[in-house]
Each structure stands twice: as structure tokens, then as C-alpha cells.
């Protein structure tokens, strides 16, 4: 956003496509999409808009709400949001999230949660992949960062000076992941994407070529096959996996986004990516596209055939499908810091690592 914004701001209720259209100039998270609101079952969806003195709008946010029974009082939630530009943001956070306040009190809400999607620190992989082989990673805090966000810093002050809460440490039990594990597309060749990569995982790659993997994406038809492995995978690494109905809600509001529009590449999309060997699939991931974002939210393998690595062919198509488009980063979303060596979601954060990220 270069234009200035004038004057006070406003917050009221917009479309969903005035939601979209502005999530997508300031780059907003797909969490944020009408999308994402219809996918959670149970959840009441405002798409508020954010104006300034001469009626521009100027950011965007969805508001998921929940009644609380006996209460008549709602919990409100913005995931990873709202959608606004937090460097103007961070010079007056007065300015922009008191009229969100003033909403959410006047539709009473008791407790309002933020997600706001500012990058606060960045760190290099091979420290955090050495703190993890060597010691199990037990924390961010000893680690140095590669980035540092000033911009974040101020926002941090702010909401502490202001009352309000952090929630949780730096892990994903509280909600969306604190902590994204992203590798950077923007200007990057195949091959350099390959650099990027260990070299097990460059192995890995060539490994399925020579098996004669096969990746593929789908639509809700994929949900199936996508679910046997995601609960076997489940089964495998000791976590307690969503049920179906979560991943039907989530594919058929992701698929009608672009339904009966006409659009042959809609504006938030989701797909099942499918490795396969002759016909027997070996992996699948949820994936959703918004933007210039990448995004890969689930996945699942089996343990058959293993050697033909179908894992990491289909991150790998998946990355490079990802590249053609014009986005500008894979996200691997996120990850729990508190890992011993041993446990299975230690390979998984070296498995998205080793990717690039």
C-alpha cells in the first residue's frame, strides 16, 4: 500500500470479495479468506474492513465468533489477522486497532484474540538443525536470529503496554503455529531450489524419479485416499489425528471459491497433492494456494514402498508448481519447539529443513 491514509479510521462489515480483493494487495494469510470462514464448522464469520477520512479501505480482517452458552457473550478471533500494513501500523497502533476493539465490544464480545501476521525474528536452519540432532530443541531463546523485525518489536510493546495477553510459548497448541517454516521461491530457478535442499534430500529426489513416482493434484475427490494415510501416519508418529468431516468442510469451501465463476485459477484454492507409484498412492498433502503463498497444511504416507521416497517428490512438485505460478514463498506452516532427538515430529521439522526452509 503507497497511498497515505488519511485522517481517522473506521471498521465495519465489508463483502467477501472486498475482503479478498484487499487480503490479496497486502498480502494477506488464507486463514483470512471467506474460504477459510466457511471451512470452520461452528464458527459465526464477520469480514470487517478497515477505512480511513476519505472512504479508501485500507485493511481487512475475518472475525471468527463463538457464543459462549449462558454467557450470551462471544470469544472473538482473527487467525493470523487482520489483514493490514503493519509497518503504518506499528507507528500508531492506537490509530488502527482501537476501532477493532470498539467493535468487538459493541458486539459483545468478552475476549479478543489477534494472529497478526508480522514476522517477528528469522533464524538460520543450520543452527536450529544442530540444536536439534545435538540436544533436542528445547528453545528458540539461545539461538542467534538472522532478522530481527523492529516492526515487531513496536507492535510487542504496544499490546504489553496496553493489556494485552501473549498466549502460550512457541509452539501450536494455542492455535495457528507461532513458528513457519517457509523456503523463499522469489527469483529461484529449479535448479537453485535443488541447491537449496541437502543433500539427502537432493538423493531423496532423484531416489522417486528413478522409482518412477508419479505426484498429481486433485480436488475433493482426493479426500479419501488422503485421509487413510494421514490417520496411518497418525498412527505411526503417536498424534491424535482431525477426523474426515474436518477435511470434507475444509475441501468443499476451498473448491466452491472458484465454482460458477467462471475463474480457471481461483483466487484461494485448495488441492490434494497425490505421489503415486502405477496407480498406488504413497503420499498425500492438503495444499492451499492464496496469493502469492504456498501453503501445505497436512499430509500423510505409508509405509509401503518406502524407498521410493514419494514424500519428497511430492513436496518437490508441489514447490515447483508453486514457483510456475509467480508465488513468492512455500510455507511449510509450523512446527512444536519443545522436541527431544528421538521424537517423530523432530524428522518431521528436519524433513521441512532439509527441504529449504
Known amino acids: 500500500m503507497t497511498a497515505p491514509v488519511a485522517g481517522p479510521l473506521t471498521v465495519r462489515e465489508i463483502s467477501a470479495d472486498e475482503a479478498v480483493d484487499t487480503l490479496l494487495e497486502l498480502g494477506g494469510s488464507f486463514l483470512q479468506t471467506p474460504a477459510w470462514g466457511r471451512a470452520k464448522q461452528g464458527w459465526r464469520r464477520t469480514h470487517l474492513g478497515w477505512f480511513d477520512a476519505t472512504g479508501a479501505r485500507v485493511g481487512a480482517g475475518l472475525v471468527l465468533s463463538r457464543t459462549i452458552p449462558r454467557l450470551s457473550r462471544s470469544y472473538a478471533y482473527l487467525p493470523e489477522g487482520p489483514g493490514l500494513p503493519w509497518d503504518v501500523v506499528a507507528s500508531d ?62 507492535l510487542e510493546a504496544w499490546l504489553d503496554r496496553n493489556g494485552w495477553l501473549p498466549l502460550g510459548a512457541d509452539g501450536v497448541a494455542v492455535g495457528q503455529p507461532r513458528l513457519l517454516c517457509i523456503v523463499d521461491l522469489r527469483g529461484r530457478t529449479e535448479a537453485e531450489l535443488l541447491k537449496g535442499m541437502n543433500q539427502q534430500w537432493r538423493r531423496n529426489v532423484k531416489k522417486a524419479e528413478k522409482a518412477g513416482v ?25 498424534f491424535l489425528p482431525r477426523p474426515k468431516a474436518y477435511f470434507d468442510a475444509m475441501a468443499r469451501a476451498f473448491d466452491s471459491e472458484g465454482a460458477g465463476t467462471g475463474d480457471a485459477a481461483p483466487r484461494v484454492s485448495a488441492r490434494f497433492y497425490e505421489a503415486h507409484v502405477d496407480g498406488d498412492v504413497l503420499a498425500s498433502a492438503l495444499m492451499i494456494r492464496f496469493g502469492r503463498t504456498f501453503s501445505y497444511l497436512y499430509g500423510g504416507s505409508t509405509e509401503r514402498n518406502r524407498d521410493a521416497r514419494a514424500s519428497n517428490a511430492l513436496q518437490w512438485q508441489a514447490m515447483r508448481d508453486a514457483a510456475a505460478a509467480g508465488c513468492e514463498a512455500y510455507d511449510f506452516r509450523g512446527f512444536n519447539t519443545s522436541l527431544g532427538a528421538t521424537s517423530p515430529l523432530t524428522g518431521l521439522l528436519l524433513f521441512k529443513l532439509g527441504a529449504g526452509a
Open 214 to 238: 508419479q505426484v498429481r493434484a486433485v480436488g475433493p475427490e482426493g479426500l479419501d485416499t488422503f485421509h487413510e494415510l494421514y490417520v496411518e501416519s497418525a498412527q505411526r508418529d503417536n
Open 93 to 154: 497502533p492506537d490509530r488502527w486497532l482501537e476501532p477493532l476493539v470498539a467493535w468487538a465490544k459493541g458486539h459483545k464480545a468478552f475476549a479478543l484474540r489477534l494472529g497478526y501476521p508480522v514476522v517477528s525474528r528469522i533464524w538460520d536452519r543450520e543452527p536450529v538443525k544442530k540444536q536439534v540432532v545435538e540436544n533436542g530443541l528445547l528453545s528458540f531463546k539461545a539461538l542467534p536470529t538472522a532478522v530481527d523485525n523492529p516492526t515487531a518489536r513496536t
